[in-house]
């Protein structure tokens, strides 16, 4: 059993940045790719970065490649994602989510997931 717990949401300038980060409870965290998945008001639920269980591959959406970093440190249970320049577009509540493996991830086949932080992007 993994709990995931999402932090550092706000609002924002367009241009700015913000670090989101996502605590894990659970022993088996490392065994897990982990996933940041959005969701916009009156949109689906949509895929935006993922990394592998021991961090040495990454995959991103296409719509945030270059802007935005996830990262994931296993000691410390803890998963990362670092938006930069920001875009009105960004705005949504992001989720953290542990996944069997990145291909799964990728569709959102995740096994658990968290409560989500909301990030707001002003013009």
């Known amino acids: 059993q993994v709990q995931l717990v999402e932090s550092g949401g706000g609002l924002v300038q367009a241009g700015g940045s913000l670090r989101l980060s996502c605590a894990a409870s659970g022993r088996a965290f490392s065994a897990y790719a982990m996933g940041w998945f959005r969701q916009a008001p009156g949109k689906e639920r949509e895929f935006v970065t993922t990394i592998t269980w021991s961090g040495g591959t990454t995959y991103y959406a296409d719509s945030v490649k270059g802007r935005f970093t996830i990262s994931r440190d296993n000691a410390k249970k803890m998963v990362y994602l670092q938006m930069n320049s920001l875009k009105p577009e960004d705005t949504a509540v992001y989720y953290c989510?542990?996944?069997?493996?990145?291909?799964?991830?990728?569709?959102?086949?995740?096994?658990?997931w968290g409560q989500g932080t909301q990030v707001t992007v002003s013009p």
């Open positions: 989510a542990a996944c069997p493996n990145s291909a799964s991830s990728r569709y959102g086949e995740c096994d658990y």
